[in-house]
Structure formats: C-alpha cells, structure tokens
C-alpha cells in the first residue's frame, strides 16, 4: 500500500523500543516553522533572532524577558503557545503520553483540556500521528478513511436511511460539491448550507469497490463514507477504534455495530462526541429523547475486551456501548479522548 498522511508530522517523529512516537527535533522545528510563528517582513530583530536560536536548538529554554523583546504582542503570545506545548511534549517524553496527559490526570481522573491552554488543532495533531503510527504500513484504505474522524470535523448527510459523512472543511469550501457515487445522489443540500461556493469539488464515497482510490487523494479530504450498518465505513470505524483502544490501553477489543441500542443492557457507555453522549445519558437516566433527537444518532457500536493484560475489565463482563451523533446542524465532531477517559480499562497499568 502507498505510504499515506506524508504532512502529518509522524514522519519527522522516531519510535521507541515500545513503539511509541518520540518529539524530535525536527518534529519540533516544523512547530516553529508554522505561519503564525514564522517570521514574516514587519517581523523585529529580537524575533528573528528568537526564530534562528529555536531553529538551530529547538529544545533551548526561553525565559520570559527573552519573549517580552518582542515587539509584537501577537508574536509574543504565538510564542509562548508553542513553547509551553514543546515543553509539554517533551515532559511527557512520547506523543501519545502527551496526549494521553492533556486529558487524564496521572491518577486516572478525567482533566479539563483547556487549563492546558493548547490549541485543539495542536490535539488534533497527535491524534493524527499517533493513528498514523497504530494503523501501520497494512492499513486497508477504508479505515485510513474511517481514521480521519478522529482528527477532522465531518459533515452528516442523512437521506433515505443513508448516512454519509464528509469533510467539514471540504464541504465549507464549496456549495456545488457532488457525490461521485451510483446511488447517492448530490448532496448539494448538505453543500449549500455553507454559502461559500470557492470551489467544485467531486466527493466521492468510498466503498469497497474504490476504495484504492483513497491512496491518491490522502490528503484531499474529499471523500465521503458511509457508515450505516453492514457497510464497509462502518466497519473501518470500528477497526480504527480498536486499533487506537489497543494501542493506548494494551488490551485487545472488538468493535462491533449494532442496529439500535439496548437501553435495558446498556450498563457501561460512552458518547464518541457530546451530541450522543447527552443522548446516552438521557437514554441510560430512562429519559426518552424525543424522535428528532434520535434522528441524530448515525452510528451505534458494541465493544468487548478480547484479551485482558492486567487491566481493568468491564464489570460483570458487559459490553461498552459507543454512539456517534450529529448536532443539530449536522456536524460530527468526534471526541476520540472519550475513548481515554470513559472506558473501564486503566490508563495508569
């Protein structure tokens, strides 16, 4: 299979012994290389100065007196912003340690991710190259696809039981985008709600058929996948989730889908995104969500330990019900570190 997600930044990470992503210096460099850190014409001397000492030794300590030179009071901020997640990467030593630190507390506890004061693109991010790293170089095409939930808004497009989902992003950038698939139709109605017609795009839905396609278009966002049950996506979604579960926990599950949720069994659960985790929480409070609300949900799943390794099970042998929902403008914000923090193994083992 073609190498894939070449921007990402995992290519300029190392692995450890354990197979985890080390920040090196280059992976470093290319934070302060970004546009809102790089120096530009209007730039002063002590910030090009600044730029070519990180550069030359990324992993320098700056004081605070060095960054109050600075002329320019965004500058300043976009400096500090990128320090203070450096340090963090290199405090937790690997990238998933630094994930796993800007949302669980080393005693296990659920932490809010914006004391951390990172940008959520900066988490993004690491979602991304640690996926990179989980899926490896025999990732199937679909789930590479499916992946990208984890790091990337999606729009729900919903019609005649068919659920797609799409780049947020892509779609934003064109109101005359078209689904390039027998039987699905366009869904510029889904498009048109962006009002920014910039450019065509040709979204294609990716199915088992074409789904080789994705290697020549990685990068493009502009594909779709439909998730509905017995579908190809859906079945991608659920291996990526298994994949980043095992990686993170080193415990080997099984994701399966479902067709509705069983209220009566549903003892452990986790919302993949706040829209369906207010959802499940009505529904396991015996709270009856009304239809529109229900409407909402696109996708159900099961997951179950396969192989325990010393970490916590889930009680009496229960599954873990996961939902995805859309809000009520169709988005799909996906919160893979409610896979960290709400599932019953241990983080700390």
Known sequence: ?????????????????????????????????RPEVAPVAESCADE?????????????????????????????????????????????????????????GADGKTLDFAAHRVPPLFADQLAQMILRNALGDDCPAIQA??????????????????????DAETVAASAEAVVDASGFGNIGKLLAQAQTPLRKVDIEVLDDANAADYWERDERHDTALQINFGRAGMAGLCRVIERWVGHFFA????????????????????????????LMNAIYNGKAPADEERRRILCMMKLEAVENKGVAAAPNGRAVYLALAMD??????????????????????
């Open 1 to 33: 299979m073609p190498d894939f997600w070449r921007h990402s930044g995992y290519h300029l990470a190392e692995r450890n012994i354990d197979g985890r992503l080390l920040p090196t210096d280059d992976l470093l460099r290319a934070y302060f290389a």
């Open 48 to 104: 090009r100065a600044l730029f070519a000492r990180l550069i030359a030794e990324p992993r320098l300590d700056i004081g605070a007196d060095v960054l109050g030179r600075l002329a320019d009071p965004d500058a300043r901020e976009n400096y500090a912003v990128v320090l203070r997640f450096r340090d963090h990467l290199l405090e937790a030593g690997t990238l998933e340690t630094a994930y796993r630190r800007l949302f669980v």
């Open 145 to 166: 696809r499916a992946a990208e939930l984890f790091f990337r808004d999606q729009r729900a497009h919903v019609e005649d039981g068919q659920v797609l989902l799409a």
């Open 251 to 278: 415990v080997q599950v099984r994701v399966d889908p479902l067709r509705s949720l069983d209220s009566a069994r549903m003892r452990w659960y986790s919302g993949l995104d706040a829209a369906s985790t207010a």
């Open 328 to 349: 009520e403008e169709g988005n799909v914000r996906m919160k893979p570190q409610n896979l960290l923090t709400n599932l019953p193994f241990d983080l700390r083992a």
